[in-house]
Structure formats: C-alpha cells, structure tokens
C-alpha cells in the first residue's frame, strides 16, 4: 500500500459526457502528479501540482483539466469524453529532497462507450 | 530531452533462471533513474532508484540495477526468477529532484515453470 488514494476505482461512462477522479496523496507529501496509462500510448505525464499551484503540464488535452485543493487532495476532470479517452489514469505523489521518487495510486479505470 | 528506450515488450524465462531486463536512457543532465513494477490491475510500484550515490543499486524483491553512464544504460536484472516476479516492469528518468517521470513502454515478464 503506497498511501496514495484513488476513487473511484472503476468509471463507465457515455462519449461527451464529464467526469471526475479524486486522488488524495500519501501524508506530507506535497506533490501531486496525474499520468494516462493506455495501451497506444504507454504511461504518460499530463500535470503536476504542488502544495495547490500548478507546477508543470504535459500531454494533456484542453478537455482536461486538474486542480489540488487547500487539503493537497487533487481532481482530474475530464470532459466531452470521447472514446481514445478510456485508459488507466494514475495519480502519483512526493515531497521535496525524495530525488523524485513518486509513490502511485492504485488508478482509475476509465471506460468510454 | 529526456527518452526512455526499454528493449524487449516481451521477456520470457524459467522459473530459476536470470531476469534481465534492458533498459537505455538519453539525458542531458546526470538523470535520476527508477525501476518501477506493475501487477496485473494494480498501480506501479517502486523496485530501485539510482540517486548517483552508487552505481549498483539494490532493490526490493531481490531485483538490483548497474548505472553505466557510458552505455547509457541501467539494466535490471535478478539472479533466480520466481512464478511471483511476473508482471509489467517500466524503466522512467527524471531530471531533477522534481517533475515528471519519463516512462519506457514496459517489459512483460513471464516465468514458465
């Protein structure tokens, strides 16, 4: 168990519709980073947060969006939803002088019909 | 920038026999470097770091990793493979101490009895 939470677990849902996943990091840690996971892709960066300002984006579409609250948790909402969406996403976490080292969640599995 | 060049998106062995998986790098800057493994339907977990503190580093689950700068490489590897090391191994780079993880495209090991 890495102490980084993810819910829900499982996600089925319709093409264009909006959905949110929670992740809540491990304690201390300030640093909060979201990857996809799909099959054509492999594991990919889209964000990171840290301790509630946006620190860096990577391969993340305009439908997606991310946001850490006062708590440190952090929602990945992602809208319009289109098929290529469904993957695995991850939300990792760390704090500072760790050389990086990123503890990740269990995932959410988005499916997109 | 960054790459993570991971040869091999499938390696097979015996139960007992050596675990070697590759992995390559490209980086500007001394990189730090992880071994991370993923089981089927759960998150990544971290096997091995290297921090530049020692070039063979040693990891959990009897894995270790040798950092070659001058290949350019830092192979994983386990002397005796067990049924239980069966799973997505992924090689990732980081730059800094913060940051994005820059991942390989994974190696599935299987483990024949």
């Known amino acids: 168990d890495s102490g980084v939470t993810q819910t829900p677990k499982h996600l089925i849902t319709a093409t264009g519709q909006r959905v949110t996943l929670r992740c809540s990091p491990r304690?201390?840690?300030?640093?909060v980073y979201w990857y996809q996971q799909s099959l054509d892709q492999g594991l990919q960066f889209l964000i990171q947060y840290y301790n509630g300002e946006e620190r860096a984006k990577g391969n993340i579409l305009e439908r997606f969006s991310a946001q850490q609250f006062p708590d440190l948790h952090s929602e990945l909402n992602l809208s319009s939803l289109e098929l290529g969406d469904s993957a695995l996403y991850f939300c990792?976490?760390?704090?500072?002088?760790?050389?990086?080292?990123?503890?990740f969640g269990p995932g959410t599995r988005l499916t997109v019909l | 920038a960054q790459s993570v060049t991971q040869l091999g998106s499938h390696v097979s062995v015996s139960e007992g026999a050596l675990v070697l998986l590759r992995c390559n790098y490209s980086s500007s800057v001394p990189p730090y470097l992880f071994w991370y493994v993923q089981y089927p339907n759960q998150g990544l977990q971290l096997l091995l770091k290297y921090t530049s503190a020692a070039t063979l580093v040693k990891g959990i689950n009897g894995f270790e990793a040798e950092f070659k700068k001058s290949e350019t490489s830092f192979h994983l590897t386990k002397p005796s493979a067990h049924m239980s090391d069966a799973a997505e191994y992924f090689c990732a780079v980081s730059e800094g101490q913060g940051g994005k993880l820059i991942f390989g495209q994974g190696t599935e090991l299987s483990v024949k009895p």
């Open positions: 304690s201390g840690d300030l640093s």
């Open positions: 990792a976490s760390n704090r500072e002088g760790s050389y990086n080292e990123q503890f």
